[in-house]
């Protein structure tokens, strides 16, 4: 039995095993990041938009374009894809919805590719 006593190219045979999964966790570590700041900031202006529209005097127009003015401010511009509004009666109780599409920037091929949130507010008279 032969042992050879310098470990010359150890370095490199390791760095090839180990920087596809420290490459993969940094990536997906990136993925969820983007995907819970984009999915927090839809949430947030569908629910602003939503309560804009549920007061006394608003409409479900005003709620929409306050909800799009808010995220065009916050996101890229082709990640929302659709904005609406309406309304819903449930157990007696009536609401004003808006419910915001949109496209999830991904990183890698991680992850859904599209988001659908609805805030809820309830309805002023």
């Known amino acids: 039995m032969i042992r050879r006593a310098d470990s010359s190219g150890a370095?490199?045979?390791e760095f090839v095993l180990v920087a596809p999964l420290v490459l993969l966790l940094a990536l997906g570590t990136i993925?969820?990041?983007l995907a819970l700041y984009v999915r927090n900031t839809l949430i947030a202006a569908a629910a602003e938009g939503a309560r804009l529209?549920?007061?006394?005097?608003?409409?479900?127009?005003?709620?929409?374009a306050l909800t799009r003015g808010v995220l065009a401010n916050q996101l890229a511009g082709g990640v929302v894809t659709d904005v609406s509004s309406g309304r819903l009666l449930r157990s007696g109780v009536a609401f004003q919805y808006v419910q915001v599409r949109a496209r999830l920037p991904l990183v890698g091929l991680l992850g859904p590719a599209s988001l659908v949130v609805t805030?809820?507010?309830l309805l002023e008279k």
């Open 11 to 13: 370095a490199v045979v």
């Open 31 to 33: 993925q969820l990041t």
């Open 119 to 121: 805030g809820h507010a």
């Open 53 to 64: 529209a549920a007061v006394a005097g608003g409409s479900p127009t005003a709620g929409v």
